[in-house]
């Protein structure tokens, strides 16, 4: 069955440092991932779309990479700062089939220090 | 634009008891996906409505079923609630563009329903 495997329930990390956030999947061939951050009690909120043959991309302090090969996305934000604390969740998505149905992972609590 | 709008944002019901959760889209989308996020866990999909009818459907009973308006917003129905349907429920908005849905690429999630079950 299909499986989304997100590194760590938790990640804690110094203000100024960087974040790194692994999305494993398993029985995929995504066309391409998402990632969205979620404040509590809050819905998701969308970050970045990578496609497969993309093997980066970034967008201000974020960056996302993306290894078919590895069945692996990377999730980065540099810099980082106490708003960046949040849950991320991670989404692959195979071809077809409908925009709506998004399979999400556990996602990652990061809390970054002051 | 007041994107995806939901309510209530709160609700408590008994076990038991029937639930009606309601989705207005963003402006622009004909589609409407539910989700059940329980805590700790990531939103799980339970259908998705597009043309007033349920296009797919996730791994939920028949306890749950929907309904999609001509305005595009929608509604979420629990019936016999059990506890553990106490969960936070999203309510995400998209668009359809047929061959090419791949190019249509972020859901729009609403703020949720935080619906507890005692």
């Known amino acids: 069955s299909q499986k989304i495997e997100q590194n760590s329930e938790a990640l804690n990390i110094q203000e100024g440092k960087t974040a790194t956030l692994t999305c494993n999947y398993t029985?995929?061939?995504?066309?391409?991932l998402q990632w969205y951050r979620q404040d509590p009690g809050r819905g998701p909120v969308f970050l970045l779309l990578?496609?497969?043959?993309?093997k980066e991309k970034r967008k201000e302090r974020l960056k996302v990479t993306f290894d078919t090969t590895l069945k692996q996305s990377l999730f980065h934000i540099t810099a980082s700062q106490p708003a960046d604390s949040a849950t991320y969740l991670c989404?692959?998505?195979?071809?077809?089939?409908?925009?709506?149905?998004?399979?999400f992972g556990k996602g990652t609590k990061l809390s970054v220090k002051p | 634009d007041a994107g995806v709008t939901q309510s209530p944002t709160h609700l408590i019901k008994t076990r038991g008891q029937q639930v009606t959760l309601r989705c207005s889209p963003k402006?622009?989308?004909?589609?409407v996906s539910w989700y059940q996020q329980a805590l700790g866990q990531g939103p799980q999909f339970i259908f998705q409505?597009?043309?007033?009818?349920?296009?797919q459907r996730g791994n939920f009973p028949d306890r749950f079923s929907g309904h999609q308006f001509p305005n595009y917003s929608s509604e979420l129905n629990v019936n016999a609630l059990l506890l553990g349907d106490s969960a936070l429920y999203l309510c995400?908005?998209?668009?359809?563009?047929?061959?090419?849905?791949?190019?249509?690429?972020?859901?729009?999630f609403g703020q949720g329903t935080r619906l507890t079950v005692v």
């Open positions: 995400a908005s998209s668009y359809w563009t047929g061959a090419t849905r791949i190019q249509n690429t972020e859901a729009f």
């Open positions: 029985n995929y061939s995504p066309a391409y």
């Open positions: 990578i496609r497969e043959n993309e």
């Open positions: 989404a692959p998505r195979n071809y077809g089939g409908s925009q709506g149905n998004l399979i």
């Open positions: 402006s622009g989308h004909d589609t």
């Open positions: 409505y597009y043309e007033e009818e349920e296009r």
